[in-house]
């Protein structure tokens, strides 16, 4: 039976852009397992209530609902182990979980740049709930969010320097090939470039040449994904610095 994943998706169905199931679609890649993604929107609560919780991803297997991008890892790692592993063992289990929680503040690191850009892709049923909650969450109007930004960016830059210095030594947090803790820290980067043009990434810092191998994973799966190109563009948080 082929598993289902639900996948937060903009005003496209094809514009997959949440960070967390990134780190799922690759992981279900890495262990070649044949899964449905189905688009989902912030507000379509109904259609994942049976896992639980009101949140993306949601990975259904048969009668089995399974929310949250760690389980789902441990869930799919425990349930097929004769597929590549996307821990590369025991001790490294523990090991990805640190990796996991440092890319959920890699994710607070980076929505304050793109949080207005996020708003021009949900689909128009989304904006009202978007808008409020990101508001109230932020203590901040979106457009207040963004508007230094380009001040902002060589601090962000600095905190990704021991990601940098590791991926200088080595093509990927796994060594010589991927692992989930890869997954984990791209999916933050996937999630900027799919949904806003802001230049997050130098075009020669090695976060963004791991990022770019990652994107060529997969016979291209994350490539493929609508996104854009990481030189500057003008935008309305841009123009009303």
Known sequence: MTLRLYDLAGAQPERRFSPYCWRIRLALAHKNI???TIPWRFTEKAEIAASGQTLVPVLVDGDRWISGSWT???YLEDTFPDSPSLFGG???RGL???YSNSADSLVSAIFPFVAFDILQHVADKDREYYRASREKRAGKTL???VADRHARLPAFRAILAPLRLTLKAQPFLG???PLYADYAVFGPFQWARCISPFPLLEEDDPVRLWRDRLLDCF???ARAAPAYDTEVNVTFADQHK
Do not use: H, W, Y
Request: hydrophobic residues 35%.
């Open 90 to 92: 025991v001790s490294g």
């Open 219 to 221: 016979d291209g799966l």
């Open 175 to 177: 060594g010589e090939r």
């Open 96 to 98: 990805t979980r640190f």
């Open 72 to 74: 789902i890892a441990n």
């Open 143 to 145: 457009e207040t969010l």
């Open 34 to 36: 044949a899964t449905e």
